[in-house]
C-alpha cells in the first residue's frame, strides 16, 4: 500500500520559483529589463522537469549598487531552497540570468 502522492504543476514550479527570487535584497524585478517589448521574448521563469529533477531558468534585473555575483548566487540559493524543502521537488540545475541593472 502507497501513500498520497502530490503533483506540483508546472505553473506552481514557476510562481514559487518568481517570489523566491524576488525576496532576495538587491533584485528589483524578476523578469527581463530593458524596453517593455522585450517581456514578449518569453517568460522570466521558465521550469521543467526532466528525469525526476526541476531544471529552472529565472531572468532577474538588479539593484543598482548590488555586486552582481553574490546577488546570483543569493538568488540561486532561494530558488534552490524553495523547490527542494518547500515544493519537495529534486533540483537539477537553477540558471540566472541578470538582464538589467536599474530600478
Known amino acids: 500500500m502507497s501513500g498520497p502522492t502530490l503533483t506540483v504543476g508546472p505553473g506552481v514550479i514557476r510562481e514559487m520559483v518568481r517570489l523566491a527570487a524576488f525576496e532576495v535584497p538587491g533584485v528589483a524585478k524578476v523578469g527581463r529589463g530593458g524596453p517593455p517589448w522585450r517581456a514578449l521574448a518569453g517568460r522570466a521563469v521558465s521550469a521543467r522537469v526532466r528525469n525526476d529533477r526541476v531544471e ?47 530600478g
Open 56 to 102: 529552472v531558468r529565472v531572468w532577474i534585473v538588479a539593484r543598482p549598487g548590488h555586486p552582481l555575483g553574490p546577488l546570483v548566487a543569493q538568488v540561486r540559493s532561494a530558488v534552490a531552497a524553495t523547490v527542494e524543502r518547500l515544493l519537495g521537488l529534486e533540483l537539477g540545475a537553477v540558471t540566472v540570468l541578470v538582464d538589467g541593472v536599474g
